[in-house]
């Protein structure tokens, strides 16, 4: 790629783009399992069935997986959970969604957890990032938050700095009982704590599984290719239009466009 300046009272200049190679991924997703994953989505599902947070997270991470993979079919996927610590739900990177789907399996909601420390999870993935990188892959841990009261804790370095560290929090309004502006904090520092290219969080207290969705599709950007957070202009939202019409025709010739 090549940009040639026209004219003006500058010389010109030529820009090239060095071709470079982006590692495939390795993901591991860390899905919360406190009893808030429970809470029932503004959504009902087929029959009028409630729909819960947990409900939305898997099937966001099957759309994540299938989109992914559409992209690049080298990129990996492994599973964790998260009560009081981090732990395995599926250890073993793979590129097939029914790896996700056996994952599911084994998750179970703790109605006990109290507090949540996010230092093996740091671990887990530090130990795994070295992994991927002697395969020249990258390591990507996406988080899925939903406690809306405990802030999460961890211990770990300032300089070591191995993965992308990318959040999803989903949480109640605020309230005497909750307070999910000072999670989102601790979670911010978290991540800026930990991650190694551009780490994005998103948080939403709608309960709207399509918020969900359009925040998955957002973290298919690859951590290698991204603009900062605060840069991001996606989606781009859809404006209803009318044609124009000339006035000097009849109200019988009016086509007016609708999307559905």
Sequence with gaps: MQRIEGQSCTPQGRYTLQPCRYSSEDILFCI????????EMKVTGPNGRPITRLDS????IILFINAKLSINPDH???FASLSKSASWLRKEFS???DSAMAAFRGLSVDSSSGHADLTQLFRIAAHEAKKSRAQNRILRVILIYCRSSIQPQYQWPANQKLFTFDVIYLHDKPGPDN???KVYDALVDALEQVTEYEGYIL???QG??????????????HPQQRCVQDNIDIPKSLVKKSPTVDSAQGEENV???SMQ
Excluded at 32 to 39: A, I, K, N, Q
Excluded at 57 to 60: C, D, E, G, T
Excluded at 208 to 221: E, G, H, K, Q, W
Aim: proline share 2%.
């Design 32 to 39: 919360d399992s406190d009893s808030e994953s429970l809470v």
């Design 57 to 60: 997270i898997k099937q966001s």
């Design 76 to 78: 990996r996927f492994a």
């Design 95 to 97: 590129s097939e969604v």
């Design 179 to 181: 307070c999910p502006q």
């Design 203 to 205: 948080e939403s207290g």
């Design 208 to 221: 709207m599984t399509r918020v969900l969705f359009r925040y998955m599709c957002m973290l298919l950007s």
């Design 255 to 257: 086509t007016v466009l």
